[in-house]
């Protein structure tokens, strides 16, 4: 759950870098370093090893400089606050950057990122990250983490609200 939080965090508040024909650095960055961010949302993790998905639900708070505030609805209860993304932990001492990954942008329903670790760090974690970002908005709207094991983890975000 952390892990793949944590990546949506960092996606979201250090901005990523990607070409297109209609969209240019500047406005991934922009869009996706609000003052604010907030949204529910519900994670689904598939692994071999269980026979059934494990399901989370919540909301989550995104405020700089850095603070973050997440809600667990189900499968039970829970609140954690962070004052950083260092204090999240799960990736080493520093948080991973666009620097971290060979970024291919690719056209669907929205813009599709597909995300490949270049750290020998990440890649011991995990595969590669699959983003998807909204046309109109430019903000990422699911995540989908493929982790080095076979497991695979999918963050989607809804009543996503932001504050520029």
Known sequence: MRRCLFSIIILLLTGIIAFGQNVTVDDII???????????????????????????????VLTKPGKIHIEMTAPEAKVSDYDSFEEMKGFGRR?????????????????????????????????????????????????????????????????IKTVK
């Not at 994670?43 to 639900?57: A, F, I, R």
């Open 95 to 159: 948080s991973p950057s666009e620097k971290d990954f060979d970024i291919t942008l690719l056209e669907g329903d929205g813009y599709i990122l597909k995300m490949i670790p270049r750290r020998s760090a990440l890649r011991q974690a995990f595969t590669q990250i699959v983003v998807y970002v909204n046309v109109n908005t430019l903000i990422v709207n699911k995540i989908i983490v493929y982790s080095r094991g076979g497991d695979v983890t999918t963050l989607e975000f809804s009543d």
């Open 30 to 60: 922009a869009a996706n370093k609000p003052e604010q961010f907030s949204a529910a949302f519900v994670q689904t993790k598939h692994s071999s090893l269980l026979k059934d998905n494990l399901v989370s639900k919540g909301s989550i």
